[in-house]
């Protein structure tokens, strides 16, 4: 089993006004379902996507991995709520530009970004 980065950004609107959530987190085993959290350098500590953006509205963003992400999805109580779009960084990329997600949630307490990458 190998480990790698996962990072990405979730973009909100609601009562903060318009809101970037940075995500990374630095060691993701392949085959593991994990959660993927706030990237502390920006949010002083890492939080779940329920918490930060708590009554934000989810409208976009994405997610992406070294090698390769099976899914990504905003996850509560075992209810996918929303799926969030997946980005490859192969060759050097760095990323992708902002995608729409599909069904726009207002994220709530308890809400979690979960993801499950492969080699």
Known sequence: MSEQQV?????????????????SVAAV????????????TFTVAA???GIYGERQTLTGGWISAKTGIIYA???NNGIVRAIVPISSRTSGASGSSDQMVMNPIVLNPG?????????
């Open 111 to 119: 809400d979690q970004l979960l993801v499950e990458t492969y080699a």
């Open 7 to 23: 990072t990405g950004k979730l973009c909100t609107r609601g009562p903060k006004g318009y809101m970037e959530i940075p995500l």
């Open 29 to 40: 085993t392949d085959g593991t379902q994990t959660e993927i959290k706030t990237n502390s």
């Open 47 to 49: 939080q779940s996507v």
């Open 73 to 75: 999805a905003i996850i």
